[in-house]
């Protein structure tokens, strides 16, 4: 029995070592913390890298609406060689990201003697223009009677090259500019 007691002190006393060995071995540790952390950090990182590409992208957007106004607006006429320059300088904002998929429309607005507005021109860049004469529904103040404005309206799908994949639809950008012509109660447009 004393042999038998003797025994299992020793092994407890082994398994107390070794399990105190065991505890204090932190040799892998930083391998194990690595190998658990890496992916969230790496998923951390391209989504930052993503949502600024997405944010600069929109920034270039509502640049590509302001630039495309100011242009037509300092004008006193507008032929269709100065759109076409317009549309490549507006897209050439873009880059380096693809501007294929862009749509920019660009209208003269004309507001009569009772303030009513309608579409003078319109021109439009991978999007159909809008009817001349039409009525169209400005922003309360824009106009008075007898004035005019031009209308820039710019739409993006932004696909991303990294989570392109994933979101195949893309996201959905776009805004507006109102700008008074500068030269003229109104910029012309001539062919």
Known sequence: MRNMAQTAKHLLGHLRKGSKRFWLNTAAIGAVEFALIAP???????????????????????????TAA?????AASVSNSDMADIFKASTAILEPYSAANIQIKITSVVADSTNKTKVAWSDGYNTTARSVGSNITLPTGLTSAGTSVIFAEVSYNWVSPVVGQLLKSGIAMGDKAYLKPRRSVAVARVN
């Open 70 to 74: 100011d242009l037509v607006s300092q």
């Open 40 to 66: 969230v950090m790496l998923t951390m990182y391209f989504g930052v890298i993503e949502v600024t590409n997405a944010l600069i992208v929109n920034r270039r957007v509502t640049s590509i609406a302001l």
